[in-house]
C-alpha cells in the first residue's frame, strides 16, 4: 500500500483514510459502536501522508490481549518473537501509571474523552 496507493492520494482532493481494522490500530481504542474497527485516521494530500491520529487505548487488559494476539500471528508465521522480560514494566503497565499522574493531561480535561473530529 505505502508503494502503490499512498503516493496517488489526495490529488485531486485531501482524503482521509479511516474505519482500520482494529489489527492494524494497535494502540487505538476500538469504535463502540463497531469493536472491529479502531478510532484512527490519516490525511493524505498530494501523494503525502500529512496527519496519522488516533484515540488512544488506556484499558491496560485489552491491549495485553492484543499484544499476546500479535506475537501469537508472529509466532505461527515463523517470525521473531519480541520477549516481553519485565511484565511489571510494559508499555500497559505504563500506560496506567501515566494516565493518573496530574501533569498527564492538561487542567480540566479528561483526555480519555477526547475524541478527533
Not at 469504535?31 to 488516533?54: H, I, Q
Not at 508472529?74 to 501515566?98: D, E, Q, V
Request: glycine letters at 6%; aromatic letters at 12%; charged letters at 30%.
Amino acid at each position: 500500500m505505502a508503494c502503490k496507493i499512498e503516493p496517488r492520494l489526495g490529488f485531486d482532493q485531501p482524503v482521509f483514510l479511516y474505519d482500520y481494522p482494529v489489527e492494524f490500530g494497535a494502540l487505538a481504542r476500538a469504535k463502540k459502536t463497531d469493536p472491529a474497527v479502531a478510532e484512527r485516521f490519516e490525511l493524505y494530500m498530494g501523494g503525502l501522508e500529512l496527519a496519522n491520529a488516533f484515540s488512544e487505548l488506556i484499558d491496560e487488559k485489552e491491549q495485553r490481549l492484543r499484544f499476546e494476539k500479535a506475537q501469537q500471528a508472529r509466532r505461527t508465521a515463523g517470525k521473531k518473537i519480541y520477549p516481553c522480560r519485565n511484565p511489571s514494566w510494559s508499555l500497559c503497565s505504563a500506560s496506567r501509571i501515566f494516565r493518573h499522574r496530574p501533569w498527564s493531561r492538561p487542567p480540566g480535561h479528561d483526555l480519555h474523552r477526547l475524541r478527533y473530529h
